[in-house]
Every structure is written in structure tokens, then in C-alpha cells.
């Protein structure tokens, strides 16, 4: 029995459904807040709620109740925690709602996980994390204590979470790095939604740092694909690990921290021609100077999952917006 939170989210919804295709029984845990569209979250549900073996809790993270509900019904033993409050450039706008999800949320789950005797704990963490760091590619070996948004610095909160309940309860959790997730059934407020709903309506695309970005984008499958390759693997005790010279992605403590990226950056510009290209219509582009928060480029080191899973991601740039540009059509009836 696994449970999935955030299943109604992008990247929950996708992580379920493969493993019902693979013959899991999954638990369902999602509040279906209205972040974003909620019709497109009820529409991801839809399909999941067609699979026997899926159940659903229509729930919050901070409703404790619920949670321990949940885990004396079903005991599941494999917890992947994806339900978060989203999103750099709205952590400016609603900070407060960032520390209840991200925060005491986390919480919440490692108190579950700790009184229950999970087998593992999978959580989602962000690139947002190595903030002020500009030494490429992004490794889990590199500082990450700077962070310059509210959003990075919850999410470097639960990995350091993660590690007290691993070193205190031996609770084995692994946490993902995750790189500019794109693909079908994307948030709506992720680049490449923005862009081609707004270059097939004629609208302006706001187009940051006057477009001098670079971003690891990354595709849903290949996230997918990665994820599965960590779920039945949790993580052990590095016997050797050296506290003079520490290697923040592991411990003498159950926990290991991967990045999980395309290890391949893409010129924002080139990401807007591919769209352009795609859709067969020139954008109309605002620029903007760097938003508070951002950062100019992201670039995932990902050798460690190579190296303890072979990890390789391998979906083009065009590949993945043809992908999603398929999909948005159908979907939106285009």
C-alpha cells in the first residue's frame, strides 16, 4: 500500500497513475485548493478514481486527524509526500501560505511516518534550494544555506527535517530535487503553459531578465521514471560518512538527497522558438527585468542518481512541448 500526496497535483497525479498501471494499491491525499484551476485537478482525479485499487482523502495536510486516519486504515508503508504550496513568485504574494503546507504540513507527515514504522519516506524538495549558489552544475555536495525565496528556504526546512527524524528514529527518507517539471497535465503557472495559452490567444508572454535564463528543464516521464527507480530503495547508514567533512546528501542517519533533472539547460529564448515553432505563431513578448526570487540559470547534477540508480533522462526539449502541445489541445478542445 502506497500513499501519494498531492495526487491531484502534476507530478502526484503522474506518479499514480504509473503505479496503478503497475498493479499498486494507492492512497490518494490531496486538499484540491484552488492555487491553481481546480477543474483541471478534478479532471486528473477523474482518471485516477477509474482504477480499483485507488483511494482518495479529499484532505488537508494540517488536518492531523485525517492523517492518522489514514495511516490506521491502510498502513502504508511507502509514503511519497509531494503535496506542497507551489511556486517562487507566489511565495511573494502569500508567504503565510507557505508555512502551513511546507512547514508544519512536513511535519505532520514525519510525525505519521515516525509512529507508524514507515519503511520509507519520499518528499519532494526543489532546485529552489541553492538560491545565491552560482558554481554549475548544481550538486547535492554544494552549500545550499542561502536561499532568496521564502519557497527555496521551506523546502531546505524539510530536508533538514527529513534528516532529524532519520538520525533520531531511524525513519530512511530520500529527497528529490526536482528541475523545472514540464509535460502534459502541467500547472498553469509554469512557463510553458503560460506561453502557449497566451501565444495561441494572441496575449503577451512576460518574459523575464529580458530572457537571459537558462533553466534544467525537465520532463514528466523522465521525473517518473526516476522517481520508480527510488521508491523500493531506502536509504542506509553511510558508516564511513565523515562529520569534519560532511557530504550534505547522505549521513551516518538513514537520508540521502538526489538531484532529478535533464542535466541539460536550455536557453529560455530557444525554449520560446520551440513553442513558436510548434504552434506555428510568433509570440508577443513583454521583457521584463529579473523577477525577486528567480534565479538566471539552473543546471542539475544528477550523477549520484546515475550512479545508484543509471538514471537517464532522455525526452528532448521539442519532444516534451510537442508532448504537452498535444495534450493542451485535446484537453482544451483546440
Known sequence: ??????????????????????????????????????????????????YDDFSFYRKDLLDEAALTHVFKNH???LIIHLAAQAGVRYSLENPKAYIGSNLTGFFNILEVCRHNQVEHLIYASSSSVYGLNEKMPFSTRHNVDHPISLYGATKRSNELMAHSYSHLYDLPTTGLRFFTVYGPWGRPDMALFLFTKAILNGETIEVYNNGEMKRDFTYIDDIIGGLMSVLESPPEKVSHWNGK?????????P???????????????DFV???EKQLNKKAVINYKPLQLGDVEASHADVENLVEDFGYRPSTTINEGIQEFIEWYKLFYKI
Not at 567533512?245 to 542517519?253: C, E, I, R, T, V
Not at 537520508?255 to 529564448?269: D, E, H, S, T, W
Open 1 to 50: 500500500m502506497i500513499l501519494v500526496t498531492g495526487a491531484a497535483g502534476f507530478i502526484g497525479f503522474h506518479l499514480a497513475r504509473e503505479l496503478l498501471e503497475r498493479g499498486q494499491d494507492v492512497i490518494g491525499y490531496d486538499n484540491v485548493n484552488d492555487y491553481y484551476d481546480p477543474s483541471l485537478k478534478e479532471a486528473r482525479l477523474a482518471i485516477l478514481g477509474d
Open 273 to 275: 522558438r520551440e513553442i
Open 245 to 253: 567533512l560532511p557530504d550534505p546528501s547522505s549521513s551516518k542517519a
Open 255 to 269: 537520508f540521502k538527497l538526489y538531484n532529478i533533472g535533464k542535466n541539460a539547460p536550455v536557453n529560455l529564448m
Open 75 to 77: 498502513s502504508p508503508q
